[in-house]
């Protein structure tokens, strides 16, 4: 099992993408899900895709400037997971504050780890509230680039 609580030790280059299209917000959620597809913590691919469907149906995790965090505890994955997306345009996403959405963190745990998921989904909030690291995150080239802003935002915040 992964103890880690930094969010930077749960994403790699291959569960990042930069850039992706925007467009509907099934189709940039399903995307953002897709990330995940092979993750060895992951026993069934679809039932992880319909409990982020479910828990979205629930309440719309745009939460805010131009961030959505979708997330689900799901009894079809062994350890958390993570997944990150940047958008080439807007997506609609019926975030709180009525903006739109070019940032996605897809966070999915484990359905027995409920403090872990709160701690980790306060942390992505608590990363991704500061304007700079968003429009860092928005101009990274690439999936490395992107990591190491993580890595580096984290760093700072322990500091």
Do not use: C, W, Y
Request: cysteine-free; glycine content about 8%.
């Amino acid at each position: 099992m992964n103890g880690s609580l930094s969010i930077s030790d749960l994403l790699t280059p291959d569960t990042i993408r930069v850039g992706m299209p925007g467009g509907e917000k099934r189709d940039v959620l399903n995307a953002v899900i897709d990330l995940l597809e092979g993750e060895e913590a992951v026993t069934d691919f679809g039932r992880v895709r319909r409990d982020v469907f479910a828990r979205e149906q629930q309440m719309s995790t745009g939460v805010g400037m131009g961030l959505a965090l979708p997330h689900a505890r799901s009894a079809a994955v062994t350890d958390t997971l993570a997944a990150f997306a940047t958008t080439s345009s807007d997506v609609p996403f019926g975030a709180m504050d009525g903006q739109p959405v070019r940032m996605l963190f897809l966070l999915v745990g484990p359905e027995n780890e409920r403090g872990r998921h709160i701690h980790l989904l306060g942390r992505i909030s608590r990363l991704m509230n500061r304007a700079a690291f968003r429009k860092s995150l928005l101009a990274a080239a690439t999936p490395d680039e992107a990591l190491t802003l993580f890595r580096n935002a984290e760093a700072e915040f322990a500091a």
